[in-house]
Protein backbone atom coordinates (compact mmCIF):
# COMPACT_ATOMS: atom_id res chain seq x y z
CA UNK A 1 0.00 0.00 0.00
CA UNK A 2 2.79 2.17 0.66
CA UNK A 3 4.04 2.36 -3.35
CA UNK A 4 0.86 3.11 -3.84
CA UNK A 5 0.70 6.13 -2.27
CA UNK A 6 3.88 6.87 -3.17
CA UNK A 7 3.12 6.51 -6.96
CA UNK A 8 -0.80 8.73 -6.63
CA UNK A 9 1.57 11.64 -4.88
CA UNK A 10 4.32 11.66 -7.70
CA UNK A 11 1.44 12.14 -10.02
CA UNK A 12 0.17 15.26 -8.13
CA UNK A 13 -1.81 14.12 -5.42
CA UNK A 14 -1.50 15.19 -1.73
CA UNK A 15 -0.71 13.08 0.79
CA UNK A 16 -4.31 12.95 2.54
CA UNK A 17 -5.53 12.79 -1.24
CA UNK A 18 -4.07 9.67 -1.84
CA UNK A 19 -5.15 7.80 1.42
CA UNK A 20 -8.86 9.27 0.92
CA UNK A 21 -9.07 7.94 -2.36
CA UNK A 22 -7.36 4.55 -1.57
CA UNK A 23 -9.70 4.47 1.12
CA UNK A 24 -12.35 4.71 -1.31
CA UNK A 25 -11.12 1.99 -3.51
CA UNK A 26 -11.42 -0.33 -0.69
CA UNK A 27 -14.79 0.99 0.71
CA UNK A 28 -17.49 2.51 -0.94
CA UNK A 29 -19.98 4.40 -0.95
CA UNK A 30 -18.75 5.85 1.70
CA UNK A 31 -19.40 9.01 4.36
CA UNK A 32 -16.46 11.95 4.83
CA UNK A 33 -16.44 10.38 8.81
CA UNK A 34 -16.31 7.08 7.52
CA UNK A 35 -13.25 7.71 5.29
CA UNK A 36 -11.63 9.64 8.44
CA UNK A 37 -11.71 6.59 10.22
CA UNK A 38 -10.62 4.01 7.17
CA UNK A 39 -7.55 6.11 5.68
CA UNK A 40 -6.38 7.40 8.50
CA UNK A 41 -6.76 11.90 7.56
CA UNK A 42 -8.02 13.57 10.47
CA UNK A 43 -11.89 14.93 10.08
CA UNK A 44 -10.19 18.16 9.88
CA UNK A 45 -9.06 17.16 6.79
CA UNK A 46 -10.62 14.84 5.06
CA UNK A 47 -13.37 17.18 3.24
CA UNK A 48 -11.06 19.26 2.34
CA UNK A 49 -9.14 16.42 0.86
CA UNK A 50 -12.08 14.99 -0.76
CA UNK A 51 -13.38 19.11 -1.82
CA UNK A 52 -10.05 19.08 -3.84
CA UNK A 53 -10.13 14.99 -5.65
CA UNK A 54 -14.02 16.40 -6.43
CA UNK A 55 -12.70 19.05 -8.31
CA UNK A 56 -10.29 17.20 -9.73
CA UNK A 57 -12.94 14.80 -11.55
CA UNK A 58 -11.27 11.88 -8.70
CA UNK A 59 -14.47 11.51 -6.89
CA UNK A 60 -18.45 11.62 -6.78
CA UNK A 61 -20.44 12.67 -4.62
CA UNK A 62 -24.10 12.25 -3.70
CA UNK A 63 -25.72 14.99 -1.30
CA UNK A 64 -28.74 12.79 0.83
CA UNK A 65 -30.75 13.61 3.98
CA UNK A 66 -28.28 12.69 6.58
CA UNK A 67 -25.17 12.83 4.68
CA UNK A 68 -23.31 13.26 1.73
CA UNK A 69 -21.64 9.90 0.10
CA UNK A 70 -18.58 9.47 -1.74
CA UNK A 71 -17.38 7.07 -4.39
CA UNK A 72 -13.88 6.93 -6.26
CA UNK A 73 -13.41 7.60 -10.07
CA UNK A 74 -12.77 3.61 -11.42
CA UNK A 75 -8.56 3.68 -11.66
CA UNK A 76 -8.58 3.41 -15.35
CA UNK A 77 -10.73 6.70 -16.23
CA UNK A 78 -8.57 8.49 -13.54
CA UNK A 79 -5.37 7.05 -15.03
CA UNK A 80 -6.55 7.42 -18.47
CA UNK A 81 -7.81 10.73 -17.87
CA UNK A 82 -4.17 11.52 -16.30
CA UNK A 83 -2.33 10.01 -18.86
CA UNK A 84 -4.23 12.27 -21.60
CA UNK A 85 -3.32 15.75 -19.54
CA UNK A 86 -0.15 14.55 -19.67
CA UNK A 87 0.56 13.99 -23.23
CA UNK A 88 -1.24 17.49 -23.99
CA UNK A 89 1.01 19.27 -21.55
CA UNK A 90 4.29 17.59 -22.52
CA UNK A 91 3.00 17.85 -26.60
CA UNK A 92 2.91 22.02 -26.05
CA UNK A 93 5.86 22.09 -23.59
CA UNK A 94 7.98 20.91 -26.57
CA UNK A 95 6.75 22.44 -28.67
CA UNK A 96 7.24 25.75 -26.47
CA UNK A 97 10.56 24.43 -25.01
CA UNK A 98 11.77 23.77 -28.59
CA UNK A 99 11.03 27.38 -29.66
CA UNK A 100 14.21 28.80 -27.03
CA UNK A 101 16.19 26.29 -27.22
CA UNK A 102 19.34 26.91 -29.60
CA UNK A 103 21.56 23.89 -30.15
CA UNK A 104 25.16 24.91 -30.78
CA UNK A 105 27.73 22.40 -32.25
CA UNK A 106 30.40 23.45 -30.09
CA UNK A 107 34.14 21.96 -28.75
CA UNK A 108 33.31 21.54 -25.10
CA UNK A 109 33.39 18.12 -23.62
CA UNK A 110 29.93 17.66 -21.85
CA UNK A 111 29.39 14.60 -19.13
CA UNK A 112 26.29 12.95 -17.79
CA UNK A 113 25.89 10.39 -15.28
CA UNK A 114 23.36 7.65 -14.94
CA UNK A 115 21.96 4.60 -16.71
CA UNK A 116 18.70 6.02 -17.68
CA UNK A 117 19.92 9.55 -18.63
CA UNK A 118 22.91 8.04 -20.50
CA UNK A 119 20.41 5.69 -22.89
CA UNK A 120 18.07 8.53 -22.80
CA UNK A 121 20.55 10.58 -24.67
CA UNK A 122 21.79 7.55 -26.63
CA UNK A 123 18.33 6.74 -27.90
CA UNK A 124 17.82 10.61 -29.17
CA UNK A 125 21.22 10.67 -30.83
CA UNK A 126 19.83 7.56 -32.89
CA UNK A 127 16.83 9.24 -33.55
CA UNK A 128 18.29 12.24 -35.05
CA UNK A 129 20.47 10.14 -37.29
CA UNK A 130 20.64 11.03 -40.95
CA UNK A 131 23.24 9.28 -42.29
CA UNK A 132 25.22 6.68 -40.30
CA UNK A 133 25.90 5.46 -37.35
CA UNK A 134 29.56 4.29 -36.00
CA UNK A 135 28.75 2.19 -32.87
CA UNK A 136 30.39 0.18 -30.01
CA UNK A 137 27.74 -2.23 -28.57
CA UNK A 138 27.78 -4.53 -25.51
CA UNK A 139 24.88 -6.93 -24.81
CA UNK A 140 23.47 -4.42 -22.33
CA UNK A 141 23.46 -1.88 -24.40
CA UNK A 142 22.18 -3.30 -28.19
CA UNK A 143 19.10 -4.52 -25.46
CA UNK A 144 18.45 -1.27 -24.59
CA UNK A 145 18.57 0.20 -28.15
CA UNK A 146 17.23 -2.51 -29.84
CA UNK A 147 14.43 -1.00 -31.24
CA UNK A 148 16.09 1.83 -31.99
CA UNK A 149 18.57 0.05 -34.06
CA UNK A 150 15.69 -1.34 -36.25
CA UNK A 151 14.22 1.70 -36.21
CA UNK A 152 17.66 3.20 -38.66
CA UNK A 153 17.27 -0.02 -40.36
CA UNK A 154 13.87 0.89 -41.29
CA UNK A 155 14.96 4.44 -42.48
CA UNK A 156 18.06 3.36 -44.44
CA UNK A 157 20.42 4.93 -42.38
CA UNK A 158 24.42 2.87 -42.34
CA UNK A 159 24.83 1.13 -39.01
CA UNK A 160 28.29 0.47 -38.14
CA UNK A 161 28.95 -1.64 -35.49
CA UNK A 162 31.44 -3.54 -33.34
CA UNK A 163 29.72 -5.97 -30.79
CA UNK A 164 31.26 -7.03 -27.80
CA UNK A 165 29.26 -9.45 -26.37
CA UNK A 166 27.14 -12.38 -27.74
CA UNK A 167 23.71 -10.68 -29.31
CA UNK A 168 23.54 -9.51 -32.87
CA UNK A 169 22.37 -6.83 -34.88
CA UNK A 170 20.13 -7.66 -38.31
CA UNK A 171 21.22 -5.26 -39.95
CA UNK A 172 24.34 -3.28 -40.92
CA UNK A 173 27.98 -4.06 -41.37
CA UNK A 174 28.81 -6.37 -37.75
CA UNK A 175 31.66 -7.41 -36.58
CA UNK A 176 32.42 -9.17 -33.02
CA UNK A 177 35.27 -8.03 -31.10
CA UNK A 178 37.68 -10.83 -30.09
CA UNK A 179 36.53 -11.51 -26.17
CA UNK A 180 39.79 -11.72 -25.22
CA UNK A 181 40.56 -8.26 -26.68
CA UNK A 182 37.75 -6.54 -25.06
CA UNK A 183 38.95 -7.53 -21.79
CA UNK A 184 42.38 -6.45 -22.37
CA UNK A 185 41.11 -3.09 -23.66
CA UNK A 186 38.31 -2.64 -21.07
CA UNK A 187 35.59 -2.61 -23.90
CA UNK A 188 33.44 -4.80 -22.18
CA UNK A 189 31.13 -2.15 -20.56
CA UNK A 190 31.59 0.17 -23.12
CA UNK A 191 29.19 1.65 -25.01
CA UNK A 192 30.61 4.26 -27.69
CA UNK A 193 27.93 6.24 -30.71
CA UNK A 194 29.22 8.06 -33.21
CA UNK A 195 26.21 9.69 -34.97
CA UNK A 196 26.49 11.19 -38.85
CA UNK A 197 29.90 12.41 -37.96
CA UNK A 198 28.96 15.17 -36.02
CA UNK A 199 28.63 14.24 -32.16
CA UNK A 200 29.72 11.09 -29.85
CA UNK A 201 28.99 9.62 -26.73
CA UNK A 202 31.46 7.37 -24.97
CA UNK A 203 29.91 5.68 -21.89
CA UNK A 204 31.65 3.48 -19.47
CA UNK A 205 28.85 1.15 -18.29
CA UNK A 206 30.60 -1.39 -15.93
CA UNK A 207 29.37 0.07 -12.53
CA UNK A 208 28.68 3.44 -12.17
CA UNK A 209 27.61 4.70 -15.93
CA UNK A 210 28.69 7.74 -17.05
CA UNK A 211 29.03 9.09 -20.71
CA UNK A 212 31.32 11.37 -22.29
CA UNK A 213 29.23 13.43 -24.66
CA UNK A 214 31.19 15.89 -27.13
CA UNK A 215 30.85 17.56 -30.63
CA UNK A 216 34.42 18.40 -30.75
CA UNK A 217 35.32 17.87 -34.52
CA UNK A 218 39.23 15.88 -33.87
CA UNK A 219 37.13 13.42 -30.75
CA UNK A 220 34.58 12.39 -33.19
CA UNK A 221 36.68 11.40 -36.02
CA UNK A 222 38.79 9.44 -33.65
CA UNK A 223 35.90 8.03 -32.17
CA UNK A 224 34.77 7.39 -35.84
CA UNK A 225 37.90 5.73 -36.69
CA UNK A 226 38.37 3.58 -34.02
CA UNK A 227 35.15 1.48 -35.21
CA UNK A 228 36.20 2.29 -39.01
CA UNK A 229 39.52 0.26 -38.20
CA UNK A 230 37.92 -2.43 -36.27
CA UNK A 231 35.59 -3.29 -38.75
CA UNK A 232 38.21 -3.05 -41.45
CA UNK A 233 40.93 -5.03 -39.36
CA UNK A 234 38.36 -7.88 -39.49
CA UNK A 235 37.72 -7.26 -43.52
CA UNK A 236 40.99 -8.10 -43.88
CA UNK A 237 41.53 -11.68 -41.50
CA UNK A 238 38.64 -12.74 -43.51
CA UNK A 239 41.01 -13.02 -46.58
CA UNK A 240 44.49 -14.30 -44.97
CA UNK A 241 45.45 -17.50 -44.71
CA UNK A 242 46.83 -19.62 -41.97
CA UNK A 243 50.26 -19.25 -42.34
CA UNK A 244 50.05 -15.41 -42.29
CA UNK A 245 48.63 -16.08 -38.77
CA UNK A 246 50.86 -18.40 -37.56
CA UNK A 247 53.87 -16.09 -38.43
CA UNK A 248 52.19 -13.42 -35.47
CA UNK A 249 53.35 -13.34 -31.75
CA UNK A 250 51.65 -15.82 -29.66
CA UNK A 251 49.05 -13.33 -27.99
CA UNK A 252 48.55 -11.72 -31.39
CA UNK A 253 47.50 -15.32 -32.51
CA UNK A 254 45.08 -15.57 -29.16
CA UNK A 255 43.50 -12.30 -30.40
CA UNK A 256 42.69 -13.62 -34.41
CA UNK A 257 41.32 -17.00 -32.64
CA UNK A 258 38.97 -15.21 -30.99
CA UNK A 259 37.74 -13.69 -34.07
CA UNK A 260 36.55 -16.86 -34.86
CA UNK A 261 34.67 -17.11 -31.72
Not at 126 to 140: C, G, M, P, Q, S
Amino acid sequence: MDHLLTNLTQIGFTEYEAKVYLALLHECPATGYQLSKKSGVPRSMVYEALGRLAVRGAVLESVEARATLYRPLPPDVLLDRYQEEQNRLTTGLREELEKIYQDTDEDRVWSISGRRATFLYATQMLREAHAEIFAVLNDDALGSLENEFQGLCQRGVAINALLTGTSNLACGQIARHPPIESEIQQLTGTLLIVQDNQKVLIASTNHETVATITANRNLVLIARQFVWMELFAQRIYTRLGPDFVQQLDVEDQKIFAGLKE
